[in-house]
DNA sequence: ATTAATAAGTGAAACGTTTCAATGATGTTA
DNA sequence: TAACATCATTGAAACGTTTCACTTATTAAT
């Protein structure tokens, strides 16, 4: 494999004079520099990764640690994420599971952003002790080595509940997903707030998971008990599908006898039918305001962290 | 940061203790050992990778390079070449972009699986002389030090065109993807041979380029032009919904009017209406597989490469 | 003509590991 | 008891870079 040693050899130079040259320092004058670069370009020479960055205490590389490789939210995210990284000279990468651990605990990365359910705390907090920096999604959690950076939930939640409101329904249940995450519980406070400032009270709530399965669950039960309000709000998209599809199956009329709202705008939202409202947040942007947050942590810079705002989707289903 | 000597000082013996220690030499007494595992344990001490990998010569690390993060194709892939390659104690990750030029350069991993479009055959062989072992999935690269991996698209093909024909259809016309493809090559000549085996010739040909836009495109001609052929088979699931949607908007009906096969079966294939006949991959299967091969090629072994077979999923759209 | 400043280049240390080769201590054999 | 294995441990070299501190050659300033 070819090395520093190789180019300065060739070139007839020190191995000083390769480095400061590959590195674009200013005492190496422009003829020297080039003809190196030309040597080192010939051979196919780069410096090894390893070696720079045992010596420079820094690998220029992000790491992002997502829960699993599923579902287009993650799609959208990482390549607003990726493109404003790899603008600023840093390079992604990608993991998840155990993979993830491995590449946390050698420090492969200079940065890491980390948006894995599988990841505790706790765990997120030790980890946060020895490496530096850290952004954790869509959660909260309170350390002051952490930066959390979430959507805005419940701001986008209280305007779809505003419009729900607005077009007339009453008795408004919530079909929550797993509970105590931060999405479901700034979502649901968002619509109990919004439901607040027009003097209603929730008509009933269920607990699902987030799958489309749960909401299919809820509703075979509601039809069961025969308790149907006027309109379910969920706390997401598959969920809401899930519940559609049952009533649906059952007889009953979207959005004629039942409203039916998600959030995320997954894909399906637009295909199903009928076409599902639902809440839209752009993620490439969100990804790229991660990433432009990272940079400047990595330059030790204070930041303050925003909020991206979701955009309401109002489709036919109710 | 805490480093190997701040173990050797606390245990009070000498670093290269430790290091055997900590990697399971049987010169060290386990009394010894795990001692020493104990306190590198309490002080959070781990071998910082780049100096590891700088000794060692590798890095227990596969890199995946994909085209992006799109789709729910490479969804399962990833998971199932995860799986495999952390059961045997590598690490995975994941690039997109010009993120993997830099990882492949540096040579941050000790083997490369690549299933990026945007990567030429050029590139990808000069790469190969300095850094191997390569898989390239999706593609055929004639070279020794490149080891490909397909689906049986040939295969796959041809059992569904049989499968077309058995139902009646004569007149079958085929929307190709981007032509030159290695899957859209092979999906046609399989096509082609199961017309041929059955005295059937190719009613007519269109050429797409993989996306649902290509394949509204085409059916817009169709009908402008009144060419509709009994059944069109396509040589993915995108271009067939694309098809599907516009001769539908015209008044067509499918299956009664004209039959649509796709080829992927991507989600949407089974919640579009009438749902799409499609060739299913087992993607995660798949994923191990090459995963399997990538481990071995790590070792140096000599391996025979699998082709993954598909399983014609036969719904409501022919 | 002397001194000072600048330019171009270099030798060697250091980064944090792994691992070879060597050491001393202990036990075993004849 | 001498010779020899075995065991536990260690010092130091090496991996391929970057970068500090230094040298030598050249130019500029007086």
Request: proline residues 2%.
């Amino acid at each position: 494999m070819v090395n520093i040693k190789d180019v300065a050899k060739i070139a007839g130079c020190s191995i000083s004079t390769v480095s400061y040259a590959l590195n674009d320092d200013k005492r190496i004058p422009e003829v020297t520099a080039s003809r190196i670069r030309k040597i080192a370009d010939d051979i196919g020479y780069l410096p090894l990764a390893a070696a720079r960055n045992l010596k420079k205490r820094n690998s220029n590389t992000v790491l992002v640690a997502i829960s699993d490789f599923g579902g287009p939210v993650y799609h959208e995210l990482l390549d607003g994420i990726h493109q404003e990284l790899t603008k600023h000279g840093y390079t992604m990468i990608v993991s998840t599971g155990s993979s993830t651990d491995n590449l946390l605990k050698e420090r492969m990365a200079d940065g890491t952003i980390i948006s894995d359910i599988n990841i505790s705390n706790q765990t997120l907090i030790q980890i946060s002790k020895i490496l530096k920096p850290i952004i954790i999604l869509d959660r909260k959690v309170h350390d002051t080595d952490i930066v959390d950076m979430t959507i805005d939930n419940y701001d986008a939640m209280y305007r779809l509940t505003e419009d729900v409101i607005s077009k007339g329904y009453q008795k408004i249940a919530y079909c929550h997903g797993v509970k105590k995450t931060h999405d479901n519980e700034y979502r649901f406070k968002g619509f109990l707030d919004a439901l607040k400032k027009h003097d209603l009270n929730i008509s009933d709530e269920y607990v699902g998971n987030f799958t489309k399965q749960s909401g299919s669950k809820i509703a075979k039960k509601l039809i069961k008990t025969n308790q149907i309000p006027e309109m379910i709000v969920c706390s997401n998209d598959e969920m809401a599908i899930g519940i559609m599809e049952v009533l649906q199956e059952s007889g009953y009329n979207i959005p004629n006898d039942i409203g039916v709202s998600g959030f995320d705008d997954i894909e399906l939202a637009s295909y199903c039918i009928p076409k599902l409202s639902s809440v839209r947040i752009n993620r490439f942007e969100w990804g790229r305001k991660i990433a432009v947050t990272m940079l400047s942590l990595l330059k030790k810079h204070k930041t303050d962290v925003h909020k991206e705002q979701g955009e309401l989707k109002i489709r036919d289903s109710y």
